[in-house]
């Protein structure tokens, strides 16, 4: 069992920037794919961002390419979300993912956080 707890979410004008937190227990986090996910008010949930167990590899969706940043640090169980040139429409509660071995973009992930709203003012 993994559970997941991000922080780092709040309000910002557009073009301002945030960088959210995802910790998570347990001793196997390296062996986990991580990703970020967002869901805005009336829309289906989105992926963001994912990278592998080792950090290697990174995936992004479109709209994000060039602004966003995601990183983690096995020692420290934690992976980040670097959002830079934030936009109005990046509002919305963002997730973390945790998927054990191969990173997927897809939702199919074994555990999620609770979220963490992020509401980018224009």
């Known amino acids: 069992q993994v559970q997941l707890v991000e922080s780092g979410g709040g309000l910002v004008q557009a073009g301002g920037s945030l960088r959210l937190s995802c910790v998570a227990s347990?001793?196997?986090?390296?062996?986990?794919?991580m990703g970020w996910f967002r869901q805005a008010p009336g829309k289906e949930r989105e992926f963001v961002a994912a990278?592998?167990?080792?950090?290697?590899?990174?995936y992004y969706t479109d709209s994000v390419k060039g602004r966003f940043t995601i990183s983690r640090d096995n020692a420290k169980n934690t992976v980040y979300l670097q959002m830079n040139s934030l936009k109005p429409e990046d509002t919305a509660v963002y997730a973390c993912?945790?998927?054990?071995?191969?990173?997927?973009?897809?939702?199919?992930?074994?555990?999620w956080g609770q979220g963490t709203q992020v509401t980018v003012s224009s």
């Open positions: 990278i592998s167990w080792g950090g290697g590899r990174a």
């Open positions: 993912a945790a998927n054990r071995g191969v990173v997927i973009t897809t939702t199919e992930y074994d555990y």
């Open positions: 347990g001793r196997t986090f390296a062996s986990y794919a």
